[in-house]
């Protein structure tokens, strides 16, 4: 199936469920692999649009990491990178949309949290991006530091880990913050605009992102220095641990390939000998998996290792370009350490 955009109603999932007798547990029983096999088809739910991230363009094509991940995984288990089926899901739905089966991985950008990993059923696999906490002001506010925030308004997504950093930087500080919650990306935008908070707390990605669409980009800037790390995460079923399985170590496999220098250039063209002994014993290792020999080849063909996966969306010739830092592997001073193979 081609990649698609589809939005669904989840009262009506979740009232359907409630119907044939489908807890969300149970749907964590379930064989995801064979469900997406079977169907024919891999379900991402992803941003509905952020820059670098996930969006559609202007042909309808999904481009962006997560976007790169979900083809990468597709290949893995289906052959085929183009089998995806790619889901907006927002901060408030993402993982109601996970428990009922409405999507097989969440590959939006998500924090991986001590209570979203212990109270939302989900196992988080990566991280694939390290995020830096940071916050939009503009420039007519002389804001330069966080200290001068004190006894101003900080918009930030409600319920997400900004707000709970937001409000121990003013406990720790002893200022005066006034949070403002909003529901989406969007609605601390419009806030911002409208001048309902003089700033908004977030993930550099997303803030930078955003930065690019406002009127006058160049009048606003990011503050904050080592604010929070924020460790974007793969999230699949809780209890569903054979899939889970399957996508850690897809992930895993596009970050030894870049420690190994292996591109997807030259997997297409070299000769099966050639490979590291490392990556042909997990190539013809498909079985342990539940997947077909050369699984694991077909995921770098697929999108590439994860430097190229990274550049694409956030590299120096991107529309988006972040410093990769601390989202780098571990050989370059970054946080990404793939197990050994």
């Known amino acids: 199936m081609p990649d698609m955009i589809r939005h669904f109603?989840?009262?009506?999932?979740?009232?359907?469920?409630?119907?044939?007798?489908?807890?969300?547990?149970?749907?964590?029983?379930?064989?995801?692999?064979?469900?997406?096999q079977e169907r024919g088809y891999l379900r991402c739910g992803v941003n509905p649009g952020q820059l670098g991230m996930s969006m559609a363009n202007a042909s309808g094509e999904w481009v962006g990491m997560s976007a790169d991940l979900?083809?990468?995984?597709?290949?893995?288990?289906l052959g085929d990178p183009n089998a995806t089926e790619f889901i907006p899901v927002t901060a408030g739905n993402r993982f109601t949309a996970?428990?009922?089966?409405?999507?097989?991985?969440?590959?939006?950008?998500?924090?991986?949290?001590?209570t979203r990993d212990?109270?939302?059923?989900?196992?988080?696999?990566?991280?694939?991006?390290?995020?830096?906490?940071?916050?939009?002001?503009?420039e007519e506010s002389g804001i330069t530091d966080l200290?001068?925030?004190?006894?101003?308004?900080?918009?930030?997504?409600?319920?997400?880990?900004?707000?709970?950093?937001?409000?121990?930087?003013?406990?720790a500080s002893t200022a005066i913050i006034n949070i403002l919650p909003v529901g989406s990306a969007e609605?601390?935008?419009?806030?911002?605009?409208?001048?309902?908070?003089?700033?908004?707390?977030?993930?550099?990605?997303?803030?930078?992102?955003?930065?690019?669409?406002?009127?006058?980009?160049?009048?606003?800037?990011l503050v904050g220095g080592r604010l929070a790390y924020s460790p974007l995460s793969i999230g699949t079923r809780q209890g569903d641990d054979h899939w889970t399985d399957i996508v850690r170590w897809t992930f895993y496999v596009l970050a030894t390939a870049e420690d190994l220098n292996l591109t997807a250039a030259e997997v297409r063209t070299t000769d099966t000998q050639a490979w590291t002994s490392q990556l042909a014993r997990l190539n013809s290792s498909g079985a342990s998996l539940g997947l077909e020999p050369g699984w694991a080849i077909r995921a770098i063909q697929a999108s590439g290792n994860l430097a190229e996966i990274y550049d694409r969306s956030f590299g120096p010739e991107s529309n988006l370009p972040i410093e990769?830092?601390?989202?780098?592997?571990?050989?370059?001073?970054?946080?990404i350490l793939p197990p050994p193979l």
């Open 118 to 138: 212990t109270a939302e059923s989900v196992q988080f696999v990566g991280p694939f991006f390290v995020d830096q906490e940071k916050v939009l002001v503009s």
């Open 70 to 77: 979900c083809r990468a995984i597709a290949a893995a288990t």
């Open 98 to 114: 996970l428990r009922s089966g409405q999507i097989d991985v969440i590959l939006r950008n998500t924090t991986w949290t001590f």
């Open 147 to 171: 200290a001068m925030l004190n006894d101003r308004t900080v918009c930030v997504i409600a319920g997400g880990p900004s707000e709970v950093i937001m409000s121990d930087l003013a406990a």
């Open 324 to 335: 990769r830092g601390p989202s780098a592997l571990w050989r370059q001073g970054g946080m």
């Open 187 to 221: 609605q601390y935008r419009q806030a911002y605009l409208e001048g309902r908070c003089i700033g908004i707390a977030d993930g550099q990605a997303a803030l930078r992102a955003l930065q690019i669409s406002l009127p006058d980009p160049d009048e606003h800037r």
């Open 9 to 36: 109603g989840l009262s009506l999932v979740t009232g359907a469920l409630a119907f044939l007798g489908l807890s969300d547990s149970a749907w964590a029983q379930q064989d995801t692999l064979a469900s997406a």
